[in-house]
């Protein structure tokens, strides 16, 4: 068995052995499935070139290339699909944006080999020696490859989006899966333009393309024992093109590898073209792994700093750098967020943790990670006190504290929440955020590149860059409260007109029921009459309790109470929840400090926008009834303790929000997406859960339904 033959027997075996990893690993998500199902036809394709090139008759080989046509136009519809949904949070919100070429990918080129089953390998030119051949190829094959070619520059676009928006261990994570596919697309560049541009296909491409998916699948397997495959959660931008230099470059890509093969003909001739290429492909290889590593980018500064005079940092650079992508920023979780990206380019770090101060709940709540694994125990939140510890352990409060010699009563907590994912990453470092004598937060960063520690010179950019943060996170803040007073301004404007209306409505309608009785001539007119109008004035003065509520300060009378017992009762008078399946999973807990008639207001609200949304996901059950797969529109309403807290979950499988709509409008007023909504419905609920000194958070993705949870404060025993 000759070197061509193997390496594509051996690109076969290592495409499908990644199939397989794929396959067990768990959970399952859009990209895992679509690396599947590439990685298998990939596979099947290299062993049928392989096949073909070891055919020791022509009929044998043009049989093995019509074979390998059918796994080639899977390719390029599940790798598209996989670039959009790799390592991204928002994936549905591109998958929806790209629905056409999506299915265009997925069906011309199948639809190409079902109508033309080989009609481009009639003929073929061949000698006595197996592997040497080359064969025409008419439109039906121009127009496969041309397909490839195409996709093969969005799925490296789309790679490149994700691999931009990524920081700290994401990036370490998913680099060498972008690698790889960027190898092995871009290959497929090259090949299938050959093809084009010859209208021929012969076996020196073949072998390219095997060489092509060895290293490639070296490659993703470096990236799968890093991951395990679990997925990564990235927010590149929708913005079509954006800033993308994949597309400028694939021109000039063609027009170098194409010179670079003449090249080597001239040279070795054509019998020398696979080893050749083989090592060109290891050159390149290589040459893209030093250009992405972050241990030789950092040598290199070290280098040109130590023999040329010159400061380790560029601060005009990083000022600028950091100035650009904070300057547009309205939220305080993007600001930390991309505060967190810019430390961790500057600094070579892999972990930058923020957490901001939360003066409602008096704890540090964590705003931005570059982590997916955010902390060890999967802990959201840090008490308060850590702070004034800090501060007060320390007497110059502004400078960067190492972690690891710091006392354990302050620091042990937050070595915890930022644990030491590297055996050789250096010392951690901890950053008080204070602006003024406030305190604002903390920066902890840790697990530099290489293990480099601090110098003097780090350590005071990253004080200047903590006191920039705070500063830029309570100018949020203010912005935050002044916004707000605005909007509860014009809030209160606008419903005071609306109150006296419904007052006046109130009064009509209440008079029209007083007056009612000298209609019961009629009987099935009274009835329908006073059903009528005993709906229409509890809702209208349902509406006057909200919007009274709303332009006043929360004031509640909280009593133990069992909250089971609200939930019950809540549901008892929610009505119109025909169709829908009610779950209740209630267990037993202690007494809560409650306001019932409040916290009842609470249950209506969520359960009647998860009727909504179920409504809105197109749901159409038979009957209601338990839920199977998923196909029953259905509530489920689940209570348990944890620890010192009482929590409450309400889900729905209905149609789901988006992070932008969850995170910008879901809990403010006047913000809605129901026609007759006004918008005041979350805002109310978050206003009485707070005021119970609890707390509630929301998971939703587009399609796949909703959860509210709620923790309350259990009745000091």
């Given at each position: 068995?000759?070197?061509?033959i193997l390496?594509?027997?051996?690109?076969g075996?290592?495409?499908?052995?990644l199939?397989?990893?794929?396959?067990?690993?768990r959970?399952?998500?859009?990209?895992?499935?679509?690396f599947l199902?590439?990685m298998?036809?990939?596979?099947?394709?290299?062993?049928?070139?392989?096949?073909?090139?070891?055919a020791?008759?022509?009929?044998?080989?043009?049989?093995?290339?019509?074979?390998?046509?059918w796994?080639?136009?899977?390719?390029?519809?599940?790798?598209?699909?996989?670039?959009?949904?790799?390592?991204?949070?928002?994936?549905?919100?591109?998958?929806l944006?790209?629905?056409?070429?999506?299915?265009?990918s997925?069906?011309?080129?199948?639809?190409?080999?079902?109508l033309?089953?080989?009609s481009?390998?009639t003929?073929?030119?061949?000698?006595?020696?197996?592997?040497h051949?080359?064969?025409?190829?008419?439109?039906?094959?121009?127009?496969?490859?041309?397909?490839?070619?195409?996709?093969?520059?969005?799925?490296?676009?789309?790679?490149?989006?994700?691999?931009?928006?990524?920081?700290g261990?994401?990036r370490?994570?998913?680099?060498?899966?972008?690698?790889?596919?960027a190898?092995?697309?871009?290959?497929?560049?090259?090949?299938?333009?050959?093809?084009i541009?010859y209208?021929?296909?012969?076996?020196?491409?073949?072998?390219?393309?095997?060489?092509?998916l060895?290293?490639?699948?070296?490659?993703?397997?470096?990236?799968?024992?890093?991951?395990?495959?679990?997925?990564?959660?990235?927010?590149?931008?929708t913005?079509?093109?954006?800033?993308?230099?994949?597309?400028?470059?694939t021109?000039?890509?063609?027009?170098?590898?194409g010179?670079?093969?003449r090249?080597?003909?001239?040279w070795?001739?054509?019998?020398?073209?696979?080893?050749?290429?083989?090592?060109i492909?290891?050159?390149?290889?290589?040459?893209?792994?030093?250009?992405?590593?972050?241990?030789v980018?950092?040598?290199?500064?070290?280098?040109?700093?130590?023999?040329?005079?010159?400061?380790?940092?560029?601060y005009?650079?990083?000022?600028?750098?950091f100035?650009?992508?904070?300057?547009?920023?309205?939220?305080k979780?993007?600001?930390?967020?991309?505060?967190?990206k810019v430390?961790?380019e500057?600094?070579?770090?892999l972990?930058?943790?923020?957490?901001?101060?939360?003066?409602?709940?008096?704890?540090?709540?964590?705003?931005?990670s570059?982590?997916?694994?955010?902390?060890?125990?999967?802990?959201?939140?840090l008490?308060?006190?850590?702070?004034?510890?800090?501060v007060?352990?320390?007497?110059?409060?502004?400078?960067?504290?190492?972690?690891?010699?710091?006392?354990?009563e302050w620091?042990?907590?937050?070595?915890?929440?930022?644990?030491?994912?590297?055996?050789?990453g250096?010392h951690?470092y901890?950053?008080?955020?204070?602006?003024?004598?406030?305190?604002?937060?903390l920066l902890?960063?840790?697990?530099?590149?290489?293990?480099?520690?601090?110098?003097?010179?780090?350590?005071?950019?990253?004080?200047?860059?903590?006191d920039?943060?705070?500063?830029?996170?309570?100018?949020?803040?203010?912005?935050e409260?002044?916004?707000?007073?605005?909007?509860?301004?014009?809030?209160?404007?606008m419903?005071?007109?609306?109150?006296h209306?419904?007052?006046?409505?109130?009064?009509?309608?209440?008079?029209?029921?007083?007056?009612l009785?000298a209609?019961?001539?009629?009987?099935?007119?009274?009835e329908?009459?006073?059903r009528?109008l005993?709906?229409?004035?509890?809702?209208?003065?349902e509406?006057?309790?909200r919007?009274?509520?709303?332009?006043?300060?929360?004031?509640?009378?909280?009593?133990?109470?069992d909250?089971?017992?609200?939930?019950?009762?809540a549901?008892?008078?929610?009505?119109?929840?025909?169709g829908?399946?009610?779950?209740?999973?209630?267990?037993?807990l202690?007494?809560?400090p409650?306001?019932?008639?409040?916290?009842?207001s609470?249950?209506?609200?969520?359960?009647?926008?998860?009727r909504d949304a179920?409504?809105?996901?197109?749901?159409?059950?038979?009957t209601?009834g338990?839920?199977?797969n998923?196909?029953?529109?259905?509530?489920?309403i689940?209570?348990?303790r944890?620890?010192?807290?009482?929590?409450?979950a309400?889900?729905?499988?209905?149609?789901?929000?988006?992070?932008?709509?969850i995170?910008?409008?879901?809990?403010?007023?006047?913000?809605?997406t129901?026609?007759?909504?006004l918008?005041?419905?979350?805002?109310h609920?978050?206003?009485?859960?707070?005021?119970?000194?609890?707390r509630?958070?929301?998971?939703?993705?587009?399609?796949?339904?909703?959860?509210?949870?709620?923790?309350?404060?259990?009745?000091?025993?």
């Open positions: 068995m000759n070197f061509p390496i594509s027997y051996v690109a075996g290592l495409a499908l052995a199939a397989v990893a794929a396959a067990i690993s959970p399952r998500n859009p990209a895992q499935w679509t199902i590439g298998i036809a990939l596979g099947i394709e290299a062993l049928c070139q392989a096949a073909s090139l070891g020791l008759s022509l009929p044998e080989m043009l049989a093995l290339q019509k074979m390998s046509a796994p080639l136009a899977i390719v390029p519809g599940s790798w598209l699909v996989f670039s959009l949904s790799f390592a991204r949070g928002n994936q549905y919100q591109f998958l944006r790209w629905r056409p070429a999506i299915v265009a997925v069906l011309i080129p199948l639809g190409i080999v079902a033309q089953p080989g481009w390998v003929d073929a030119t061949w000698t006595s020696q197996a592997g051949w080359a064969f025409p190829v008419n439109w039906a094959g121009k127009a496969l490859h041309a397909i490839v070619v195409v996709s093969a520059v969005l799925i490296i676009t789309n790679l490149e989006w994700t691999y931009r928006a990524s920081v261990t994401s370490w994570k998913i680099k060498y899966a972008v690698m790889g596919l190898l092995l697309f871009g290959v497929r560049i090259y090949s299938s333009s050959q093809v541009l209208s021929a296909n012969h076996a020196q491409l073949i072998v390219f393309n095997t060489l092509a060895v290293f490639a699948c070296v490659l993703l397997g470096v990236w799968a024992q890093r991951s395990r495959l679990h997925h990564v959660d990235l927010y590149p931008s913005a079509v093109l954006h800033k993308s230099l994949t597309v400028l470059l021109g000039a890509y063609l027009i170098v590898v010179l670079l093969a090249l080597i003909t001239a070795g001739g054509a019998d020398t073209f696979s080893l050749q290429a083989l090592v492909l290891a050159a390149l290889v290589g040459l893209t792994m030093l250009s992405m590593s972050d241990r980018r950092q040598a290199t500064r070290q280098f040109i700093s130590r023999h040329f005079q010159r400061p380790v940092h560029d005009r650079a990083v000022w600028s750098t100035t650009r992508r904070t300057a547009t920023v309205l939220e979780q993007l600001y930390a967020r991309a505060a967190a430390i961790s500057t600094f070579e770090l972990s930058v943790t923020v957490w901001l101060t939360d003066p409602v709940h008096r704890r540090l709540s964590l705003a931005a570059t982590t997916s694994e955010a902390t060890a125990v999967d802990a959201t939140s008490p308060e006190e850590i702070v004034s510890r800090f007060g352990a320390n007497p110059d409060a502004s400078r960067p504290v190492d972690l690891e010699y710091a006392p354990s620091s042990q907590p937050l070595k915890d929440a930022h644990p030491a994912l590297f055996a050789k250096g951690r901890c950053v008080p955020l204070v602006f003024g004598d406030e305190p604002v937060g902890i960063v840790g697990d530099r590149v290489n293990g480099q520690p601090f110098s003097g010179e780090d350590l005071e950019l990253l004080k200047c860059l903590g920039q943060i705070a500063a830029g996170a309570r100018n949020l803040t203010l912005s409260r002044l916004v707000a007073a605005k909007e509860l301004e014009a809030f209160q404007a419903s005071a007109f609306l109150v209306d419904l007052k006046n409505t109130a009064s009509a309608l209440g008079l029209t029921l007083r007056n009785p209609h019961f001539a009629n009987p099935a007119f009274r329908d009459a006073l009528t005993g709906k229409s004035v509890g809702r209208v003065n509406l006057i309790e919007l009274t509520a709303l332009r006043q300060k929360m004031e509640i009378s909280p009593a133990p109470t909250l089971n017992q609200v939930i019950t009762s549901l008892a008078s929610t009505t119109d929840l025909a829908v399946a009610v779950v209740r999973n209630l267990q037993p202690p007494l809560v409650l306001d019932a008639r409040q916290f009842e609470v249950i209506t609200n969520l359960v009647l926008n998860a179920v409504a809105a996901a197109n749901h159409h059950p038979a209601a338990p839920v199977v998923g196909a029953t529109a259905a509530i489920r689940a209570t348990a944890d620890n010192q807290w009482a929590t409450l309400i889900s729905d499988n209905g149609c789901g929000m988006s992070p932008e709509f995170a910008q409008s879901l809990f403010r007023p006047f913000k809605t129901k026609k007759a909504g918008g005041i419905g979350m805002f609920v978050k206003t009485i859960i707070e005021a119970h000194r609890g509630i958070a929301v998971e939703s993705e587009p399609g796949r339904g909703t959860t509210f949870r709620i923790w309350l404060p259990l009745a000091a025993t």
